[in-house]
């Protein structure tokens, strides 16, 4: 049978572009250089944003002739700072927009949860290329035209899944939506349409798993056998991954996504971590001191678009911590890897008697302690002026409630051994909980205002 869009040549290899993912460094930085001058000059001639900050910062884009410069000279941008140029000239985007709305294919916005969303804007050239991002990770683990995706999302305004949907659509294959359908009636769904692929949070994914389980249904039975995710952290922790593959019988993958930059990271296919798509967005992972982390330290993730021209993106405060490592990677891309993906937030940072305490760590760790279940939250408060943590998690179910005090002193020890700070460790009944249907709420920051992270800008030469 002949398939459309099916090549046996093309299929035999693990790159969707094997120039762009395995090119040297040294052609890489050139690329970087040459994108970057672009967009700093486009951003300085259409966005009334940018040519203020600019100006303010006292350079021009003919000051920009390296990627020093481009560290040393340009200033890092907030969420904030975007929101507040939304507020000035017409809206919904502003001073923040370089393109007129012409230009201008979909509307997106955050949730908003923290003060007055970010509108996020997507030019069909946006659009296509934050397709193609997933696309990277999608054909490196085998997926291909001919299989079928089942999106367990509600579509709405905010951008979640859409990308995903681009990259099946880029990849030619088929979309099952999930949207209107409640957690049963997807379950349902899948057992009729079979599909190859689910996309969800992992949250979502064993929270289905908990329902199915309910209804008689066994999910490793289902035709399912890849999962892929966005929205939080999830198959680049051994132990959510371990849980939603025995869940589901697939093998899980995650993307590594921001709303308004792009889905700047496709999962490794060997599933550690994920790497940056270095054709469409620039990294730099800064400390603290806003200096470049050297490779394996963990800074903030400051990152830049290629692919946002109605609203540009430039040296922005992803708030998200990684692990950096440069070189060529085991599954043979040269493209920047985090490990362990996202490890937590900026905001997230819990700092107890001088060691850092990352939230993704937590998880991994509970997940080999038996007798808990995937589902918890960690509390954070001060004591004694210092950070204290408070871990809540339920009992798997099965576990008798007399084992809960065992199971706790197991989990606090584990962590005790691991981490060398002590945290609070209480057990619950399963489905003491709440449940999510896109990212889980999981921290809870009890600390005054003012706690976690704070970057100061400095200066550097450019890594590697």
């Not at 985007?93 to 370089?98: I, L, M, Q, S, T």
């Not at 979909?106 to 069909?124: A, C, E, K, N, V």
């Not at 389980?213 to 056998?225: C, N, P, Q, S, Y």
């Not at 460790?425 to 249907?437: D, Q």
Request: proline share 6%; charged share 20%.
């Amino acid at each position: 049978m002949v398939r459309p869009f099916h090549n046996d040549h093309a299929n035999a290899s693990p790159y969707w572009n094997p120039g762009m993912e395995t090119m040297p460094r040294a052609q890489l930085d050139a690329l970087h250089l040459r994108r970057i001058q672009l967009m700093i000059r486009f951003a300085y001639e259409n966005s009334p944003f940018y040519r203020k900050l600019y100006r303010e910062a006292g350079f021009t884009p003919d000051d920009i002739r390296s990627l020093d410069d481009f560290i040393r000279l340009v200033p890092v941008i907030d969420k904030k700072d975007l929101v507040q140029a939304q507020g000035a000239g017409a809206p919904p985007y502003g001073d923040a927009r370089a393109l007129p709305e012409e230009y201008n294919l979909y509307r997106f916005q955050t949730s908003g949860s923290t003060g007055t969303p970010l509108q996020i804007p997507f030019g069909y050239y946006s659009s296509a290329q934050y397709g193609e991002q997933w696309v990277y990770g999608f054909w490196a683990v085998g997926l291909r035209a001919y299989h079928t995706f089942y999106f367990a999302f509600n579509w709405g305004t905010f951008a979640g899944f859409w990308s995903a949907y681009w990259g099946v659509r880029r990849l030619g294959a088929t979309v099952i939506s999930g949207g209107g359908l409640d957690t049963k009636g997807r379950i349902n769904h899948i057992l009729q349409s079979k599909p190859d692929v689910l996309v969800a949070t992992p949250t979502y994914a064993l929270y289905m798993a908990e329902v199915a389980k309910g209804m008689g249904v066994d999910l490793r039975e289902t035709t399912i056998k890849y999962f892929y995710s966005a929205g939080e952290p999830g198959p680049s922790i051994p132990t959510t991954r371990r849980a939603i593959e025995e869940a589901w019988g697939a093998k899980a993958f995650e993307l590594y996504g921001i709303a308004e930059v792009g889905a700047i990271a496709p999962g490794c296919p060997l599933q550690g971590g994920v790497h940056l798509a270095e054709d469409w967005a620039h990294s730099l992972v800064l400390g603290e001191d806003g200096k470049p982390v050297a490779a394996g330290e963990v800074g903030e993730n400051v990152v830049t678009s290629y692919v946002q021209h109605v609203q540009p993106i430039i040296k922005y405060r992803s708030h998200d911590l990684v692990r950096p490592r440069y070189g060529i990677c085991d599954c043979g891309r040269t493209w920047t890897y985090y490990d362990g993906g996202v490890l937590g937030r900026t905001d997230h940072m819990i700092i107890i008697k001088g060691t850092n305490v990352y939230p993704t760590a937590v998880e991994a760790l509970l997940g080999d302690v038996a007798g808990l279940s995937e589902h918890y939250e960690i509390h954070v408060d001060t004591e004694d002026k210092s950070d204290s943590i408070t871990v809540k998690v339920e009992a798997a179910r099965g576990l008798p409630s007399e084992q809960y005090e065992k199971a706790a002193q197991e989990a606090a020890r584990l962590l005790y051994k691991s981490i060398m700070v002590r945290i609070g460790i209480k057990v619950l009944p399963p489905e003491s909980l709440p449940r999510y249907e896109l990212k889980a709420k999981r921290f809870f920051d009890h600390r005054p205002a003012g706690k976690g992270w704070v970057m100061r800008e400095g200066t550097a030469s450019a890594p590697r």
